[in-house]
């Protein structure tokens, strides 16, 4: 079965702001566990599962299992010392232990430039 991805990002990100990410996929999270890493080139990175591959509903909620719905959760200031362009990867895992990547594509963060005291 070919896994079909879909993706809802903000349009503007900031540093150091909370970010919820939103993903669909084509089948039934029953039996799957949910990983997610954001990193930079500069070895800034998050690892954020599931509760079921060792994270929590705070990291990757899955919001609708049988249409296949979940939610990256990054909580605020975990972005801050991170790259204007960083990297997000989403990977799925079977009742097999079988691992697939499903999403791998760059995110850019917006400099906020005006500074509050």
Do not use: C
């Not at 799957?32 to 890493?37: C, D, F, H, N, Q």
């Not at 080139?41 to 705070?58: C, E, K, P, R, V």
């Not at 362009?85 to 917006?110: C, H, N, P, R, W």
């Amino acid at each position: 079965m070919k896994i079909e991805t879909s993706i809802t990002i903000p349009d503007n990100l900031f540093r150091g702001n909370s970010l919820d990410i939103g993903v669909l996929v084509n089948l039934n999270l029953e039996n799957y566990k949910i990983r997610a890493e954001f990193f930079d080139q500069f070895y800034s990175n998050i690892n954020l599962a599931t509760s079921n591959a060792g994270g929590s509903n705070d990291e990757i909620e899955v919001t609708d299992e049988d249409s296949g719905e979940f939610t990256i959760h990054i909580a605020k200031n975990l972005t801050t010392n991170f790259h204007l362009i960083s990297f997000l990867e989403i990977e799925l895992e079977d009742a097999d232990g079988k691992v697939q990547t499903i999403y791998f594509s760059s995110i850019k963060f917006q400099d906020n430039i005006y500074y509050r005291a």
